[in-house]
Structure formats: structure tokens, C-alpha cells
């Protein structure tokens, strides 16, 4: 029999747009590195490309919310 790993949500399905102003700066931090780790080890793909591009938006989204 083999093992079943649960993975986290695809960015797309995580992120939430208009309602990460919800979201605390310390939670966006802590997701921002653990897609950080993901996007080291797709660098240079397209996937990990978008990746980076939605976490970038989603730190920007939530870092003007908390001014």
C-alpha cells in the first residue's frame, strides 16, 4: 500500500485576491516563505514564475492593507 501525502492548495486556489486585506502582515510572511521554498525549487519554470508573481501581488496586497 502506498503512503498518501496531503499538499497545500496551487497558489490560484490560495490565493484570495480582494480578501487578503483579512489577512494579518505575520500570516502573509509565513506564506510567502513557504511558496518562497516551493518557487527555489521550480526557478525558472513557468509555474514557478506565476508563483512568484502571485506572491509578490498577495505580500503587496496585504502590506498596503496594514498601512
Do not use: H, N, S
Amino acid at each position: 500500500m502506498g503512503v498518501v501525502v496531503a499538499f497545500r492548495q496551487k497558489v490560484e486556489e490560495c490565493d484570495a485576491g480582494e480578501d487578503d486585506a483579512e489577512l494579518d502582515l505575520f500570516t502573509a510572511v509565513d506564506v510567502a516563505i513557504r511558496d518562497l521554498r516551493e518557487i527555489v525549487l521550480r526557478w525558472g519554470e513557468p509555474a514557478g514564475i506565476e508563483q512568484a508573481d502571485a506572491c509578490r501581488e498577495m505580500l503587496e496586497r496585504v502590506y498596503r492593507a496594514a498601512l
